[in-house]
């Protein structure tokens, strides 16, 4: 059973979502995951390069998992739902964001482990995974690496040409980590995204 939550968007002003991509070449997939043990966030984004480079909002949700579930049932689901989103976006690369500081160990320890089921899961699917911490994404997208949450929604939403920023928090800080991946490989920063062709075609306009 899918226990993942989509966020959708039906506003008429977006046709198609975000950014229109051009016909160049097959678009690059990324995955974005906000690692958690209640809450993982996900967002999914084509980066289109060629002769002009756009990217195109997909999909952003959120795993969840019942509290009164045992921990190893919960990374199951972790793990079972993740799967289900690889075999329905096929991403190309998967950015996983890095546990760089926590102030209650309780909350670090099962972070971990959920995060090391996901990297777990993108290794077994193939999934090419980079890292970024939460300081490092903020930088290279607002220029300030300790800009709040609003600040790094309202770039997100910008970034993208959506209407309203991406809501929960949780699937937004995963699409933050997608954004920054794809704004680092289009300025050479990182290659690691762009050693597998993509084999899916380009978005329709």
């Known amino acids: 059973m899918?226990?993942?939550e989509y966020e959708?968007?039906?506003d008429p002003r977006i046709s198609g979502i975000g950014t229109k991509l051009s016909h160049d070449s097959p678009p690059l997939r990324i995955l974005g995951v906000d690692p958690g043990t209640a809450t993982v966030g996900y967002g999914v984004l084509d980066l289109q390069v060629g002769r002009g480079e756009s990217l195109g909002y997909v999909a952003s949700g959120i795993i969840s998992t019942p509290k009164t579930s045992?921990?190893?049932a919960r990374l199951s689901i972790i793990r079972e739902d993740l799967i289900?989103?690889?075999n329905e976006y096929e991403p190309d690369v998967a950015v996983v964001e890095q546990i760089f500081f926590f102030k209650n160990a309780k909350t670090l320890v099962p972070v971990a482990q959920a995060r090391g089921v996901i990297v777990e899961t993108l290794s077994c699917m193939n999934v090419a995974t980079v890292e970024y911490?939460?300081?490092q994404?903020?930088?290279?997208?607002t220029g300030h690496g300790r800009a709040?949450?609003?600040m790094v929604q309202d770039m997100i939403a910008r970034l993208l040409n959506l209407p309203t920023i991406i809501r929960p928090d949780d699937a937004s800080d995963a699409l933050a980590m997608a954004v920054c991946h794809a704004r680092l490989s289009l300025n050479g920063a990182l290659s690691a995204g762009f050693q597998q062709p993509s084999s899916?075609?380009?978005a329709a306009t």
């Open 137 to 141: 994404v903020k930088l290279h997208l």
């Open 84 to 86: 289900s989103l690889i």
């Open 70 to 72: 045992p921990p190893g």
């Open 8 to 10: 959708a968007f039906t």
């Open 2 to 4: 899918l226990h993942c």
């Open 148 to 150: 709040d949450k609003r």
């Open 200 to 202: 899916r075609q380009p």
């Open 133 to 135: 911490t939460p300081m």
